[in-house]
């Protein structure tokens, strides 16, 4: 009943800039931790970003302070703003949040369809 939709991929030239946008809906009484991971050909998903519901935020290392993540709290939306995207960005990127779907749910992992970021050299 929960369902992840991104939206915002699509191909860019190096150096270039893309947001993403990952919104939840459905049954949700509550959601904790949202974020983005990523998965290229023949390579392990990995995590990019995530935040909080308090507002802390971690990213991978790789990114070298190239991305932004952000959150509407009251649209149950997560951002993803990528600069100065390089080649080995391309991926599909995969929205996760953390969700308690009704009061007496555990929190449960859900994720979106994915979405595809081509960066061309």
């Known amino acids: 009943q929960v369902q992840l939709v991104e939206s915002g991929g699509g191909l860019v030239q190096a150096g270039g800039s893309l947001g993403l946008s990952c919104a939840a809906s459905?049954?949700?009484?509550?959601?904790?931790?949202m974020g983005w991971f990523r998965q290229a050909p023949g390579k392990q998903r990995e995590l990019v970003a995530k935040i909080t519901t308090s507002g802390a935020r971690n990213y991978a290392d790789f990114l070298k302070g190239r991305f932004t993540i952000s959150r509407d709290y009251a649209k149950n939306t997560v951002y993803l703003q990528m600069n100065n995207l390089k080649p080995e960005d391309t991926a599909v990127f995969y929205c996760n949040a953390r969700i308690r779907e009704r009061l007496s749910a555990p929190v449960r992992d859900y994720w979106g369809q994915g979405t595809q970021v081509t960066v061309s050299s």
């Open positions: 459905g049954s949700i009484y509550s959601i904790n931790d």
